[in-house]
């Protein structure tokens, strides 16, 4: 292990922030926590067509929202291009690469022809060694490594195991296009031995690549850092991930009323493993992390086993931040925007209070939302069908009798008004769930909430009392 350990995170800005992506950035950030060393965070923004502000301010988030923060500043590839270039000059100067005047059309004729032979070397070296000086006019050159053509490219990654690619199956890559602009597979290699980084740790579609780029680290006699390739994640049935898998952006998962600890707890499990150990603080997952402990197969994507880790973490949250959590998602939840406008100190201290038992039902904030309703609702209240069903006019007949009954108590609390419906129902030879249902629908609009007597003290006398009138008198 080196003395610094470097790693980093280097998405390229064409889209938000996926869950493979979120996955990638946590296992380099437990790397660099792990052994005292740094993340960086590289924007591989070279696609100018593709990058976009928005993919990038999502990228930024989202990694701000899991709570993977990065060292330094954020890097960004594309105002690197002059340094990539002065490399690929060094190795042209060198001998170690070469001007390319190959046409597109003779490209496209060359690929043809090997897939047809079924080579999966594409281009056939027809300006490795002749004279430039034979240039056809008007075309401007690429340039491209004059790779090996014998021998084995090795690289002894620490999740894949010893992989080798034999040389005369591997292109010359161009380094430089026509236009001078640097190709992905320079500029990586250019970035990451300038930056210092001494792990790569990303997904394992980027093996075949560092074949490539070791030619590139060789050629320049650098020392190719620590690999690692992960493996990708699929969906529950084994196929590609799909958006019906759970292949969306972090911001999704936000909006869908994941906690970002729940989520960064269920990542680490997919594909890492720790024993039968499935709840990590924090601190357990950096004191435990060790990325040859990832296995090699696809990890499979559970969104029943998210739910229920994240119903885990919501349970074994503290009330205050939950209130604070439920705040900060209603600006990412559509159609709960009226909601914000409804918080107040009044209404938030009733959000506190119900907090205990709110939790209990809820598996994502979204549910808590939902549970909280009857907290915002405006009068007089909208009966959802069930409730309406429930609301006969005997249902509304003993409703005003609990009203009146209810009335009597004077120190409002959840034990006073349980004593004072569970005495109302032994007086008139009812069972306490005969009572419950029918106050329930009456006070929230539903047949589902909290205790009844907990939704009473947390609507508070004035509150309770006036919803029922609302009922009795409709």
Not at 74 to 82: F, M, N, P, R
Not at 105 to 121: D, I, P, Q, S, V
Not at 254 to 269: Q, T, V, W
């Amino acid at each position: 292990m080196p003395d610094s350990v470097v790693t980093r995170f280097a998405p390229s800005p064409t889209g938000f922030l996926h869950i493979g992506g979120g996955r990638t950035a946590l296992f380099n950030w437990l790397f660099a926590k792990k052994h005292g060393g740094k993340m960086l965070l590289r924007i591989e923004d070279t696609d100018r067509e593709r990058s976009t502000e928005a993919a990038i301010a999502a990228i930024l988030d989202g990694l701000k929202w899991l709570e993977l923060n990065w060292d330094g500043e954020v890097i960004h590839q594309y105002g690197l291009a002059a340094r990539h270039r002065e490399v690929a000059e060094q190795l042209l100067a060198e001998g170690k690469a070469y001007r390319c005047y190959a046409t597109a059309e003779e490209l496209a004729a060359m690929r043809e022809k090997a897939r047809a032979e079924g080579r999966t070397r594409l281009y056939d070296g027809m300006w490795r060694d002749r004279d430039p000086a034979t240039a056809p006019a008007g075309v401007k050159p690429a340039i491209r490594l004059r790779a090996p053509l014998t021998g084995e490219t090795v690289v002894e990654d620490q999740v894949q195991g010893r992989v080798v690619w034999q040389n005369e199956n591997l292109d010359d890559l161009v380094l430089l296009r026509g236009d001078g602009t640097p190709t992905y597979m320079l500029a990586v290699v250019v970035d990451d031995h300038d930056m210092g980084v001494t792990h790569v740790i990303r997904g394992d579609d980027h093996l075949i690549n560092t074949a490539r780029q070791k030619q590139i680290y060789d050629a320049m006699g650098w020392p190719l850092p620590s690999m690692s390739h992960i493996p990708l994640i699929h969906g529950p049935d084994g196929s590609k991930l799909s958006k019906r898998h759970g292949a969306l952006g972090i911001e999704a998962y936000r909006a869908m009323g994941y906690l970002p600890a729940a989520l960064r707890n269920y990542l680490l499990r997919l594909g890492w493993g720790h024993g039968d150990q499935e709840i990590f603080s924090t601190e357990e997952m950096i004191a435990a992390f060790d990325i040859k402990d990832v296995g090699r197969a696809a990890a499979r994507f559970d969104f029943a086993k998210l739910e229920n880790l994240n119903g885990h973490y919501i349970r074994h949250s503290d009330d205050r931040s939950l209130v604070k959590m439920f705040e900060d998602v209603l600006d990412y939840v559509p159609g709960r925007a009226e909601l914000k406008a409804k918080l107040n100190d009044g209404t938030r201290a009733q959000l506190l209070k119900a907090m205990p038992s709110l939790k209990e039902r809820a598996k994502t904030l979204i549910e808590l939302i939902d549970g909280a309703d009857f907290i915002f609702a405006d009068r007089p209240l909208q009966l959802d069908p069930k409730a309406q069903a429930l609301l006969t006019p005997e249902s509304r007949k003993l409703t005003g009798q609990l009203l009146s009954a209810l009335e009597k108590v004077e120190t409002w609390n959840a034990a006073n008004t349980e004593a004072a419906l569970r005495s109302f129902a032994e007086e008139n030879s009812l069972k306490l769930g005969a009572v419950a249902q029918p106050l329930r629908a009456a006070l929230t609009g539903r047949t589902t909430s909290p205790g009844i007597f907990e939704v009473l003290d947390v609507l508070g006398r004035q509150e309770s009392l006036g919803r029922l009138k609302d009922q009795t008198t409709t």
